[in-house]
């Protein structure tokens, strides 16, 4: 089993829809979590950081966590064609303190 | 990129010969890292700093050393390149352990003939 699961894709969503990003983590004890946005060719770029259970909104995005079921997802509201991109799923595990773990992301497509 | 530079950026190199790729950060992050990022694998951790001098490995760390004299430079070395070396080379920095935001360098792309 993978420490940091997610669906690679792609992800297909027309323009102006919700698209639905998902990952699962194996260490019950995480702490941290975080999703990058990985433009082809670019280096990832933090856009979203979550800690508690519950949700977190920033602007379009909305962080998900449930620790219970150890998943965390993103929400990308009103989805424009400069949201396709990678997005990887990063976890804080109790086990590897102070370092993270990557998913192996999930390509999202967004269609006009 | 949160005043953090790599050099060179670009490097294509034969196999057999030593390679040193240079981070250089100005936010006086304690935590630095080297990352290498592959097809398929996603970014896998090579090697991490905690302070000048204090290193420590990670999971792909066999044929990478590392070294850090001054809080704003992380060098990574290849001894003796290998075609399976050929990838994208990330360096990342981090204010705290304990929350761990991560932010990353625009990248190294290495090529080893």
């Known amino acids: 089993q993978k420490e940091v699961e997610q669906n690679s894709g792609p992800l297909s969503v027309p323009e102006g829809a919700i698209a639905s990003l998902n990952c699962t983590y194996s260490d019950r004890g995480s702490q941290s979590f975080f999703w990058y946005r990985q433009y082809s060719g670019k280096s990832p770029e933090l856009i979203m950081s979550i800690y508690s259970n519950g949700d977190k909104e920033d602007g379009r995005f909305t962080a998900q966590l449930n620790k219970a079921s150890q998943y965390v997802s993103l929400l990308i509201r009103d989805s424009q064609p400069s949201d396709s991109a990678t997005y990887l799923c990063?976890?804080?595990?109790?086990?590897?303190?102070?370092?993270?773990?990557f998913g192996t992301g999930t390509r999202l497509q967004v269609t006009l | 990129d949160a005043g953090i530079t790599q050099s060179p950026r670009h490097k294509v190199t034969e196999t057999g010969t030593p390679v040193t790729l240079r981070c250089h950060q100005t936010?006086?992050?304690?935590?630095m890292y080297w990352y290498r990022q592959d097809p398929g694998h996603g970014l896998r951790l090579i090697h991490y700093?905690?302070?000048?001098?204090?290193?420590d490995k990670g999971e792909v760390s066999d044929g990478y050393s590392v070294s850090r004299s001054k809080t704003e430079d992380f060098l990574l070395t290849l001894e003796s390149a290998t075609s399976s070396q050929t990838s994208v080379y990330f360096c990342?920095?981090?204010?705290?352990?304990?929350?761990?935001?991560?932010?990353f360098g625009p990248g190294t792309r290495l090529t080893v003939l």
């Open positions: 990342a920095i981090s204010e705290l352990a304990a929350y761990n935001e991560q932010f």
């Open positions: 936010e006086n992050h304690r935590y």
């Open positions: 700093s905690y302070g000048v001098k204090d290193t």
């Open positions: 990063a976890v804080n595990m109790f086990s590897t303190a102070s370092k993270l773990t």
